[in-house]
């Protein structure tokens, strides 16, 4: 007979058993996620470097032509950021919540802001194409401010397929397919890795064939990511049930997009700021250290990009379960948490015993080589640092709660560059101290709202009333799928 001592015990272990499979469920599910978003991501960085290694025959010019120009683009992506992550958290908690019209709204909501950016970017760009490539290269000798104007041509009107793009991944991913956005992006640069080397040096096009093989097979991969689009079982059923229930006007569901979807997309354009005022800081170091950090830059980005990759499979899980009336954001950061500080700590060991190695795959040698090494065996801690705060902030993102996210970044990079510009007299190493005290203090804030925000409010004794939703968002339900009473 079971004494009535071990009941009490009993229901403790049924409930850490529960515990422990919902953490195993949401682990198995951010993993689902996020890979396929990470090799998306790493895709359209291999883009950037395959033009690199064909232009590299037509000499520095164009080099210096066509990496200025992928740079502008790089910046121009938080533009469309605002419609394709406002668009993702929207879809995400709208199939959460079951409502067809929500998830209708929130598509119209990514498609009206991309019509209404798009045409300013891609026609201004075009018009302005050679005071641009002055602005990024000077006005000196070489040819390379042509060269780029010429990449720009083709390139700025050609933003409209990249920006549209943007926003199928959106949708798709809000939907809770991360895999065809991966497909797409391999599949535009199989088109470009066949394209380039016909266009650049078969038709003799030079930097202009390389920016027609790119839009080329970026138009490719939307007619395909279109056609996926149509076959969503998720996005199919909700425009057949959603048709004649539709929510507000086309207006509001732009402004809903929009008010989701910026403080994601400040984000992203404050790190990138950041990430480019802190080159003139190492300039202060020596043109070794210069040639070395932006070498070591870019074998981090195979790092962070895995870290964003969970930032973004946090957000969809966290919106998801928002729509559905489950608060799950302490155990979804929980997770998202453990994955990412497992990369970061993977990232951190890799580059402190193979530096060296790293940096002579990426071609360097000599005293770059020697720096650049120096520099990845110094990153580690903030490499492990900024893993935990991106993949954290994916559960502010789906929650609506990013805006409070951009502030923290914001004064974050600040203290950075504040730093950096005083330590740069130890070199390289003073530029990584810098960046992992600001990142540190990041992870502090961050900290301190993932504890104010992960517990929600009661209501009477033991029912939790789950958060507000992003704005414009649908409303939360309880577990009975009832609109909470407050």
Known sequence: MLSLSAVPRFEVQRKEGALVMEAADHRRKLVALA????????????????????????????????????????????????????TTVLVARARGAGDPAAIRSAVRGGWALWALVTPVVAAGGYLCRAPLARLVLGSGDGGSPALAAAYFSVALPGIAVFFATNVVDGILKGAGDTRTPMKLAVLANGLILGLDPLL?????????????????????????GLVALRRNGVLRGAASAGRDRVRGSLGADARRTAATGLPMSADFVARMAGAL???????????????????????????????????????????????????????????????????????????????????????????????????????????????????????????GASPALVRV??????????????????????????????????????????????????????????????????????NSGSAPAH
């Open 35 to 86: 890979y396929p978003v990470y090799f998306e991501l790493l895709a359209g960085v291999t883009a950037g470097i395959i033009n690199m290694v064909w232009v590299t025959r037509l000499g520095g010019a164009a080099v210096a032509a066509v990496a200025a120009a992928t740079n502008v683009e790089n910046l121009l992506l938080g533009v469309i950021l605002v419609a394709g992550s406002g």
């Open 200 to 224: 650049i040096l078969g038709f003799g096009l030079g930097v202009r064939g390389a920016a027609i093989a790119t839009v080329l097979g970026r138009t490719a991969a939307l007619v395909c």
């Open 277 to 399: 005022a802190l080159v003139a800081v190492v300039a202060r170091i020596g043109v070794d250290e210069v040639a070395a950090y932006g070498i070591a830059t870019k074998a981090m980005y195979l790092a962070t990009m895995a870290f964003y990759a969970v930032r973004q499979a946090a957000s969809i899980r966290t919106a998801h379960l928002l729509g559905a009336g489950q608060d799950a954001r302490r155990a979804v950061g929980r997770q998202a948490l453990l994955l990412a500080g497992a990369l970061g700590l993977t990232a951190l060991a890799v580059f402190l015993t193979a530096g060296p190695w790293i940096m002579r795959a990426f071609g360097s040698e000599g005293a770059v080589a020697g720096a650049g090494a120096l520099y990845l065996r110094c990153v580690g801690p903030y490499l492990l640092l900024l893993a935990c705060f991106i993949a954290l902030g994916g559960v502010f993102e789906g929650s």
């Open 409 to 478: 970044t914001v004064c974050g990079v600040l203290v950075q560059l504040t730093l950096a510009y005083g330590m740069s007299g130890w070199g390289l190493p003073g530029i990584c101290l810098a960046m992992g005290v600001s990142m540190a203090l990041q992870c502090a804030a961050v900290a301190a709202m993932y504890r104010r925000t992960a517990r929600p409010r009661t209501v009477g004794r033991d029912a939790p009333a789950p958060p507000a939703p992003a704005p414009g968002g649908p409303p939360p339900r309880n």
